[in-house]
């Protein structure tokens, strides 16, 4: 028992003598700065991008950058059951970056997919769905981040 009760105590001090920090803690050091944003395609993906991209539009850095994205959302029957009824969903988000800056031009593709069970309650598939979504543009976005950043 005596045993369990340090581990507890010697576990924290460890931790916090070393300076853990998560990785991504620090992302306000990036070195670019958005200056313009266009959009194409799927309007809730546009908006979940634009919502995430604002924060690298309000700092003014040296490094200005233009992005146009189109994004394209697809929800297909992936497996029926006997009767011919949809099981599940395979919903696959694709967004396409084009990054100029100054003279340069780059295109960036990224693809999720993921699968979706057909619920009977069409209201929790749904938000399932929008979860699933908002997730994948997160993931999306923090890889495009991270690619500009390298740039």
Do not use: H, W
């Amino acid at each position: 028992m005596r045993k369990y009760i340090y581990i507890f105590i010697f576990i924290p001090f460890l931790i916090l003598g070393c300076e853990y920090s998560p990785i991504y803690s620090s992302k306000d050091n990036y070195n670019f700065f958005i200056e313009k944003i266009e959009f194409n395609g799927d309007a809730e993906i546009n908006n979940l991008i634009d919502k995430k991209l604002k924060k690298y539009q309000t700092t003014k850095n040296e490094k200005k950058i233009s992005i146009s994205s189109t994004s394209s959302y697809k929800k297909v029957s992936q497996s029926k059951n006997l009767s011919g009824k949809t099981t599940n969903y395979l919903v696959i988000i694709e967004i396409a970056f084009q990054i100029k800056k100054g003279n340069k031009l780059n295109t960036l593709k990224f693809k999720e997919d993921f699968l979706i069970k057909n619920f009977s309650n069409k209201f929790e598939e749904s938000n399932l769905e929008k979860i699933k979504k908002e997730n994948a543009t997160n993931l999306i976005i923090n890889r495009l981040i991270s690619q500009i950043s390298q740039m």
